[in-house]
């Protein structure tokens, strides 16, 4: 199966960059998505990356490497708003459209 | 005109009942999902349907059952609910031409 791993806590400034990593087993790889989901809500899509590079929306942007299993989500001029927990999920070639998820990072900013 | 709606939101109930989470869509994606988040596991899929009459396990599909007559409509049934089902539930949908699941509210399941 897949192992997804990223950080369970993050803490950043108002105003502040800040990159979030998710690590991934390369074999099957078939796209990488990121959600975020504020406490007590449901996930909500923030972007996806299936080829190598740079994806930029807004103040967020996704990376992806695909042969070394890597990704990262960053965060430009942090909000107060953007105190949520970040999913990093993994689609595996073959499955029906199936996502595995990582445990998610806690991001707290402070202001 | 919701999109993807849950009911009930909030469950209690008792060990060994039988307990119906409803999940309904208006857009007609053809991928639907069920999922259980818990602290420190993340989301992990229970079932998921790639159309109206297919389904299939995923990775924790044990106590769960699921059907799916209707391309709207995706109902996870408890059979018997333990305490360990107790959990936040999420249903999802996604389109063929997407790349990107579109998540319920949720539904908060508790088991006496």
């Known amino acids: 199966g897949q192992n997804i791993d990223q950080p369970t806590e993050m803490t950043a400034t108002e105003g502040a960059i800040v990159q979030i990593n998710c690590t991934y087993q390369?074999?099957?790889?078939?796209?990488l998505f990121w959600y975020q989901q504020h406490a007590g809500e449901a996930p909500t899509f923030l972007s996806y990356n299936v080829l190598d590079g740079l994806e930029e929306k807004g103040r967020f942007s996704s990376f992806l490497s695909r042969s070394k299993g890597y990704s990262y989500l960053l965060l430009k001029e942090l909000q107060m708003k953007d105190s949520a927990s970040y999913l990093c999920?993994?689609?595996?070639?073959?499955?029906?459209?199936?996502?595995?998820f990582g445990s998610g990072t806690q991001l707290t900013v402070l202001p | 005109d919701a999109g993807i709606t849950q009911s009930p939101r909030y469950k209690i109930t008792e060990t060994g009942r039988q307990v119906t989470l409803m999940c309904h869509q208006t857009?007609?994606?053809?991928?639907m999902f069920w999922y259980r988040q818990d602290l420190g596991h993340g989301l992990r899929l229970i079932y998921y349907s790639a159309a109206a009459d297919i389904t299939d396990k995923g990775e924790v599909p044990d106590g769960y059952v699921v059907s799916r007559s209707k391309t709207e409509n995706f109902p996870l049934t408890l059979e018997s609910a333990t305490r360990s089902q107790t959990s936040v539930y999420f249903c999802a949908t996604e389109g063929v031409t997407y790349n990107e699941q579109f998540f319920g509210p949720g539904t908060r399941l508790t088991v006496l």
């Open positions: 390369t074999s099957g790889f078939n796209g």
């Open positions: 999920a993994v689609r595996m070639s073959g499955s029906a459209r199936q996502l595995t």
């Open positions: 857009w007609s994606h053809s991928y």
